[in-house]
């Protein structure tokens, strides 16, 4: 933000005379400090909520095709193990 009495356009102190703030700089603002933390805790929650979603979806799959095709519980024990394994490769992938 440049002041009205300099002319070069270069940002300089704000009417405050605070300096300007620097590109990805945290804002002065009570709790700012808490925001990639907390962008890092919704990842972690998204991840988990994905994980255990996804391993509900295919148990109840495997549970429909069980009473479908009379395999009970062999398609419920194979969906919810592919899904585990599944999960945990992607984890993995994403986060190391």
Avoid: H
Wanted: charged share 15%.
């Amino acid at each position: 933000m440049s002041t009205s009495n300099d002319p070069s356009g270069l940002p300089g102190p704000d009417q405050a005379g605070d300096a300007p703030e620097a590109e990805g700089s945290i804002p002065n603002v009570p709790g700012a400090e808490w925001v990639g933390e907390q962008r890092e805790v919704g990842k972690a929650a998204g991840a988990g909520l994905q994980f255990g979603l996804t391993i509900c979806v295919f148990a109840v799959a495997g549970l429909w095709l069980d009473e479908r095709l009379g395999t009970a519980p062999w398609l419920l024990v194979a969906g919810v193990l592919l899904s585990f394994f599944g999960g945990t490769v992607s984890l993995i992938k994403k986060y190391s």
